[in-house]
């Protein structure tokens, strides 16, 4: 099989391990304020954590690059917040919920499907290295991706998301991978300068999701030990994770 | 610098940390008491700089040694909590600006004095990784116990206290800073095996209490688009500052 194929398929491997990120929530049988508001603290941390590993990668290819991604990332969250927040209450439907929980379950599909785009490319730049590791990143990524997966879930299934579709749309969040994977891979000079800025973005947009919406609702129904528990562990044992990885 | 002993650098340092806090006066000695805007971008800035703090405790001190890390900064979450429920100031909100009576004021100080105290261990911590991030990370709390401060000012003025007062209470909250950043990076000097365990204990406690106390306060004074911007500006800064010092 021709290295292109190879970068593909092991990027849609790493897309479909998001997916498993649903299945801690198999065993959750009520939805309480209180686990509304935990699983947004988890979900807050992890993608604090994954913000803190992608700033860090960034900015081992450039510096000031990484934090002009970083502000266009924010720029381009309070777009689309504006954006959904403008369209009519009634017509904004996601998942058969209306209004409010529409707009949140869509802003961070949004946000984790564009991260991916940053995510694929680099993936694509580090296969470009050579294939000797790529089993090995793939399963490193395939694994980072899991967490996210959980963040998803933590949004959607609240809101009354079955399962499989949470899943369905994690995988979806992450397909970008594979996409951006190949032509990344076949034009590393390219994309790895577009790396440092891509990182940013994913960074900024994230982190800016945390604090303007998780941790708020997470604040919101449930107590702050609690929250401030569950978000600091998740962040620091992500970062801890992705090193280790 | 070279001339200096680490002790005595540690020492200066730190001091300098713990004293900017008297400046959290100024925005109130020349504009009056701030309004809960000023309050909640007050609290995000300081929530901002703590958490580029840990970011760069977290990816320069930590590289190789995850276990005792990742131990390490679970058991500063632990103390944190446990201090906090021990004192009875778990759910304490420190803007609380119409709450009255003196246990409120008793409390709001010794949170205060609690959370000072692991900032002088994140010094000490830091130096003990090199010097210049040392300096960094003093810098930056130094910078990151002015909007602290004044936070403490506008609560205490409320309850009747004069300024310089104030601002003298809220200074000698964070002197236990030096002792604790001097006593940790000598303790690291001593055993230096101990390193990744305070570090994680620290970035365990910084996060904790960045999201125990600094963003929910911030969040119930203002709104949380504007507080979003100032922890992600004030968080991009230190991240980018302490790079290029590590």
Known sequence: MSGVWLVFLYALLTAIATGLGALPFAFVRTISGRFVAYAHAVAAGLMLGASFGLVSEGTDYGRGETLVGGLLGVVFILATQRFLGAQDEEKLVFEATRGEGARKMLLILIVMTVHSFSEGIAVGVSFGGGMTLAAVITIAIAIHNIPEGVAITAVLKPEGVSLPRCAAWSIFSSLPQPLMAVPAFLFVETFRAALPYGLGFAAGAMVFMVLVELLPEAYHQGKRAQVATLAAASAIGMVLFQQWL | ?246
């Not at chain 2, 001091?15 to 000695?29: C, E, M, N, R």
């Not at chain 2, 010094?123 to 990370?137: H, K, N, R």
């Open chain 2, 1 to 246: 610098m070279t001339t200096l002993e680490p002790l005595a650098t540690v020492l200066l340092f730190s001091a300098l940390a713990s004293l900017t806090a008297v400046l959290g006066a100024v925005p109130q000695a020349l504009r009056g008491t701030p309004s809960h805007a000023m309050i909640g971008w007050a609290n995000a800035l300081a929530s901002g700089l703590m958490l580029g703090v840990a970011y760069t405790l977290l990816t320069e001190g930590l590289q190789n040694v995850l276990a005792a890390g990742g131990v390490g900064a679970l058991l500063g979450i632990g103390f944190v909590r446990g201090t906090h429920s021990l004192t009875g100031t778990g759910e304490l909100d420190l803007a609380e600006l119409d709450k009255a009576g003196p246990e409120y004021g008793y409390k709001a100080i010794l949170v205060d004095t609690l959370h000072a105290a692991h900032e002088g261990v994140a010094i000490g911590v830091a130096m003990a990784v090199s010097l210049p991030l040392g300096i960094a990370m003093a810098l930056t709390l130094a910078i990151h116990n002015i909007p602290e401060a004044m936070v403490l000012n506008t609560l205490l003025t409320e309850r009747g206290l004069r300024l310089p007062q104030s601002a003298a209470l809220a200074t000698a909250v964070n002197l236990n800073q030096v002792l604790l950043a001097v006593l940790s990076f000598a303790v690291i000097g001593l055993w230096p095996v101990l390193l990744p365990w305070v570090t994680g204990f620290t970035v365990g406690a910084l996060v904790y209490l960045t999201l125990v106390e600094l963003l929910p306060e911030s969040y119930r004074q203002t709104g949380k688009t504007s507080i979003a911007v100032v922890t992600l500006v004030a968080m991009g800064v230190v991240v980018l500052l302490a790079g290029v010092a590590g």
